[in-house]
């Protein structure tokens, strides 16, 4: 996750700095990559702060998971501890085409 959201900060910033890379001659073309390069930059960054929103539940329970399994022994793994945020893991599954997919192959098994 870590890297998902690094990887979305660093293009991010990639983008913006393609800003000005770029000179056509053409102030509208110019201004017009300009305009993409930004558009890309926040596209990213949008993506950056969702997946952080969305993922931030998991990582705070991440935490408290490595950090007491590096405490000292004696110490038993606590869930229900006052700063672990509920957990709420949502699915998207694919839409159900309404086609029946048949599977002759497993009958063998």
């Given amino acids: 996750m870590r890297r998902a959201l690094e990887f979305c900060w660093w293009k991010a910033r990639w983008w913006t700095a393609q800003c000005e890379r770029r000179h056509t001659g053409d102030s509208c073309i110019d201004e017009g990559l300009k305009a993409y ?10 993506r950056g ?5 969305q993922w931030n ?10 950090d007491q399994e590096l ?15 509920e957990l709420v893991v949502e699915l998207t599954l694919p839409e159900d085409s309404g086609e029946v997919e ?4 497993l009958e063998e098994f």
């Avoid at 702060?49 to 929103?53: D, G």
């Avoid at 539940?57 to 490595?66: D, K």
């Avoid at 405490?71 to 945020?85: E, I, T």
């Fill in 49 to 53: 702060l969702w997946w952080e929103q």
């Fill in 102 to 105: 048949e599977y002759d192959d």
């Fill in 37 to 46: 390069a930004m558009q890309q930059a926040e596209i990213e960054r949008r």
């Fill in 57 to 66: 539940a998991i990582r705070v329970r991440a935490r408290i998971v490595i």
């Fill in 71 to 85: 405490s000292p022994k004696g110490h038993h793994l606590n869930l229900n501890h006052p700063s672990a945020p």
